[in-house]
């Protein structure tokens, strides 16, 4: 994994016993980088922490992101517009999966 010691250095070799698997999604096309879907719950917390804002990703045009089921993304679209009128009164407001949380307050759609 190209990855694995600039972004989780201190999980060195071990990296590999955690990841359960990993695979591209979607077609190669030659215009974007595919998503890469990674499996390991012990691992995904602390890879997605290190990796929020880390220089080497940004500059590179890459980024974590959460794979979801249609279902789920309905969901967030649906509760989008809630979402960004927080953003603007300053609140604190994001999604966990499916759930949005303003000012940790669940909303439901």
């Not at 070799?13 to 698997?21: E, M, Y």
């Not at 591209?24 to 917390?45: F, L």
């Not at 080497?56 to 989008?80: I, M, P, V």
Request: positive net charge; proline residues 3%; glycine residues 6%.
């Amino acid at each position: 994994m190209w990855w694995r010691s600039a972004i989780a250095p201190d999980l060195g070799d071990h990296l590999q016993l955690h990841i359960d698997i990993t695979y591209r999604i979607g077609r190669r096309d030659g215009k974007r980088t595919r998503p890469v879907i990674i499996r390991s719950r012990a691992v995904k917390e602390s890879i997605w922490k290190k990796a929020k804002g880390f220089e080497y990703l940004a500059s590179r045009k890459l980024r974590f992101g959460e794979d979801l089921t249609a279902k789920d993304k309905e969901t967030q679209n649906c509760l989008w517009p809630q979402i960004e009128a927080a953003h603007k009164e300053g609140k604190k407001a994001f999604f966990i999966g499916a759930r949005a949380i303003i000012d940790e307050r669940e909303l439901r759609v």
